[in-house]
């Protein structure tokens, strides 16, 4: 048998103490995380801070988030195997390789291409090949590809994208940071029978989501 490494030791106490003890409960969600080798979405310099309980600069700046809030954010979508689901600021390319093991299809845009190309390499690096990527203005969101099952914001807006809520679902999921560019609610949006309806989750601070239906850059 192989000896564990030492980044599989990290992601299993990543689990074990930042996870579980804060409610990440979904099985398929914490299965993601002890699976993805979060190291590899981050700079050399840094794979070894990689698992810490913290987020860190990826460039451009922008930032992977801390590990409780990429599991959260998938927690919170509710996957079970069979969505299709869009992902809005692809950055490291982290929080799409998380989803992509527990769901059909990942389709994410960017809007800074040096960072996409990145995250494009290391997604074929580890074959996770069912993640569909683009450059554009992901407060649009992704009308030709449109309905999504579920669809998950990593930048914090100043409202959410109505585009967003008119490409997902019947009883599909949005979540997305909400507030001004230093704090947001957390929200999660759910579509039921015409009915929008928001809930709030707990605050976070993200980076700005620029675009027509956020932020100006």
Same mark, same amino acid.
């Given at each position: 048998?192989? +000896?564990? +490494?030492?980044?599989?030791?990290?992601?299993?106490?990543?689990?074990?103490? =930042?996870?579980?003890?804060?409610?990440?409960?979904? +099985?398929?969600?914490?299965?993601?995380?002890?699976?993805?080798?979060?190291?590899?979405?981050? #700079?050399?310099?840094?794979?070894?801070?990689?698992?810490?309980?913290?987020?860190?600069?990826?460039?451009?700046?922008?930032?992977? +988030? =801390?590990?409780?809030?990429?599991?959260?954010?998938?927690?919170?979508?509710?996957?079970?195997?069979?969505?299709?689901?869009?992902?809005?600021?692809?950055?490291?390319?982290?929080?799409?390789?998380?989803?992509?093991?527990?769901?059909?299809?990942?389709?994410?845009?960017?809007? /800074?291409?040096? !960072?996409?190309?990145?995250?494009?390499?290391?997604?074929?690096?580890?074959?996770?090949?069912? /993640?569909?990527?683009?450059?554009?203005?992901?407060?649009?969101?992704?009308?030709?590809?449109?309905?999504?099952?579920?669809?998950? @914001?990593?930048?914090?807006?100043?409202?959410?994208? #109505?585009?967003?809520?008119? =490409?997902?679902? %019947?009883?599909?999921? !949005?979540?997305?940071? @909400?507030?001004?560019?230093?704090?947001? %609610? !957390?929200? @999660?949006?759910?579509?039921?029978?015409?009915?929008?309806?928001?809930?709030?989750? %707990?605050?976070?601070?993200? @980076?700005?989501? /620029?675009?027509?239906?956020?932020?100006?850059?």
């Amino acid at each position: 048998m192989t +000896s564990p +490494s030492p980044y599989d030791i990290k992601r299993e106490r990543m689990v074990e103490e =930042q996870l579980l003890p804060r409610g990440i409960h979904h +099985s398929a969600t914490l299965a993601a995380m002890r699976a993805v080798p979060r190291h590899l979405f981050v #700079e050399d310099a840094m794979q070894m801070q990689a698992y810490g309980d913290y987020p860190l600069p990826i460039g451009a700046g922008q930032t992977i +988030s =801390q590990p409780y809030i990429v599991a959260l954010m998938t927690q919170v979508l509710q996957l079970t195997g069979a969505e299709r689901v869009l992902e809005i600021g692809t950055g490291s390319g982290y929080q799409a390789a998380v989803l992509s093991q527990i769901c059909e299809r990942v389709y994410t845009i960017e809007r /800074i291409d040096s !960072l996409l190309v990145r995250a494009r390499k290391t997604f074929d690096k580890l074959h996770y090949h069912n /993640i569909v990527s683009r450059i554009d203005d992901g407060t649009e969101g992704w009308l030709a590809e449109a309905p999504f099952d579920g669809i998950l @914001v990593t930048a914090g807006g100043p409202k959410v994208p #109505e585009p967003l809520i008119d =490409q997902l679902s %019947e009883n599909g999921r !949005l979540v997305i940071p @909400v507030g001004d560019q230093f704090v947001q %609610e !957390l929200q @999660v949006i759910e579509k039921n029978g015409g009915n929008v309806k928001h809930t709030t989750i %707990e605050q976070v601070r993200f @980076v700005n989501l /620029i675009g027509a239906h956020g932020w100006r850059n």
